[in-house]
């Protein structure tokens, strides 16, 4: 399946950081910043910075997530928030499972599937997180740790509910430490969990999950590691708290395969941002749409009529010649660009 028809998400995992007022700070930066994201984008913070982060990105493309929630609807669990608090305040996503409550507060496979049942209960989406220790890789069963976590993890979950279930595949020995998955690494283990997720639930529920790389992800890895067909965006931790770097990784992700560079450009069309860099109007981009479909209509007919080939291409340049400039432009972009300062000086050159 074609990724690009599967949600992308960027979503940055504050873990104990920001204050309340620092988290405003952020926030108000990260707005402007991504609004023109190509993706879904969220911040999932500390509880007490909810309130606040839910007030700031109101009206925005920011969607809100909490970083963990108890699997009871309310009782004798003091210092726990329920599913059903954060339901009520507003928020649309929870981080579940991540390897540091599981490192450090006892979290289990057996607990992570009651949060996430409960959450899923209370209307909100989880993002249910599950990677190797270092040692697990090393003895080569990485494999066998995946599918026991999304097995468990997943237990009883319905194929109904799983649709509001993200996946993030986060290697633990690559969380805050500055070592990242290769590519080829991530890409190995994403579409392993598609195919236990397919085993499940199905091909087509497991071609519309989307499954998250997380560790260490970075402006510099982002593209290379967004790039896979089965990396759907990122859960990112450190880089989510600075307003650069989290763009940067947004920005990664627009241009990490040509189809989304298509995508992109035809939204940048719509929005009109293209025209700033091209100088061209809409009445010649259109022109030139037209004028290349009519280009391509002419030489399919033509390799259709003609039994020889030397008779084929003249008439096609002589159409290709007789082009204004700037109708070749959006054409060119498309082709040559896979950056945007690419686009950007391609497209001045032209005009
Ligand atoms: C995370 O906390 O989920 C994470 C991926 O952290 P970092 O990006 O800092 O490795």
């Not at 204050?19 to 911040?43: F, G, H, Q, R, Y």
Request: charged letters at 20%.
């Amino acid at each position: 399946m074609d990724k690009t028809k599967r949600k992308a998400i960027i979503a940055g995992n504050w873990k104990m950081n920001k204050t309340p007022s620092e988290a405003k700070a952020l926030l108000e930066a990260v707005v402007p910043a991504v609004k023109d994201a190509d993706c879904e984008v969220i911040a999932c913070v500390p509880f007490v910075d909810l309130s606040v982060a839910l007030e700031t990105t109101k009206g925005s493309n920011v969607k809100i997530g909490a970083e963990n929630c108890h699997w009871a609807e309310s009782g004798a669990f003091t210092g726990e928030i329920s599913a059903l608090m954060l339901k009520e305040m507003g928020v649309e996503y929870v981080v579940l499972g991540h390897s540091e409550r599981r490192q450090y507060f006892g979290e289990t496979d057996e607990t992570v599937n009651k949060r996430t049942k409960a959450a899923l209960a209370a209307g909100l989406k989880p993002i249910v997180c599950v990677g190797e220790l270092l040692w697990e890789r090393e003895c080569d069963i990485t494999e066998e740790v995946i599918a026991r976590q999304i097995k468990l993890d997943l237990f009883n979950v319905t194929a109904d509910e799983l649709k509001n279930i993200v996946i993030a595949y986060e290697p633990v020995w690559a969380i805050g430490t500055g070592k990242t998955a290769s590519p080829e690494q991530a890409q190995e283990i994403h579409a392993f969990i598609r195919s236990i997720v397919a085993n499940k639930y199905g091909k087509e529920i497991a071609d519309n999950t989307s499954i998250l790389y997380g560790g260490s992800c970075k402006p510099s890895n982002a593209k290379e590691l967004f790039a896979n067909p089965d990396v759907d965006g990122g859960l990112i931790g450190g880089a989510a708290l600075k307003v650069a770097d989290f763009k940067g990784i947004i920005d990664a992700f627009i241009f990490s395969s040509p189809s989304r560079i298509a995508a992109t450009l035809i939204s940048m069309c719509r929005s009109g941002d293209i025209f700033i860099h091209t100088g061209i109007t809409l009445a010649e981009t259109l022109l030139s749409f037209i004028l290349v479909l009519t280009a391509g209509i002419l030489l399919a007919i033509l390799l259709w009529a003609s039994d020889t080939v030397s008779g084929i291409l003249e008439p096609y340049l002589v159409i290709l010649n007789s082009l204004p400039k700037s109708a070749l432009a959006p054409v060119l972009i498309v082709w040559l660009g896979n950056n945007p300062k690419t686009i950007i000086v391609t497209a001045i050159s032209i005009a």
